[in-house]
């Protein structure tokens, strides 16, 4: 009856997924570990952690953390997508 009762619960549970997709920015400002990284409408702050980048770069960033620097042409392909 215990198992019965647990397996109706387990088959109503409803799962989300969520995911988090990165637009690539082009950083416009870098002071002390964070860099503002502007992307189209808007402008947001971002640490840079072990990643060796300079105003002028375009990135990938999560979670409020440049994870990838990607070239001029990566960047713009990317953008393609989203706008």
Do not use: E
């Not at 109706?8 to 799962?15: M, P, R, S, V």
């Not at 808007?42 to 070239?71: E, F, N």
């Amino acid at each position: 009856m215990i198992l019965h009762k647990a397996y109706i619960f387990c088959t109503k549970l409803i799962i989300i997924w969520y995911m988090c997709l990165a637009i690539p920015g082009k950083i416009t400002h870098i002071s002390k570990g964070q860099a503002t990284v502007s992307y189209p409408g808007q402008s947001r702050p971002a640490l840079i952690g072990d990643q060796k980048v300079k105003v002028g770069d375009y990135v990938l960033v999560q979670m409020g953390i440049i994870i990838q620097k990607l070239s001029a042409n990566q960047a713009k392909s990317r953008l393609q997508g989203f706008l």
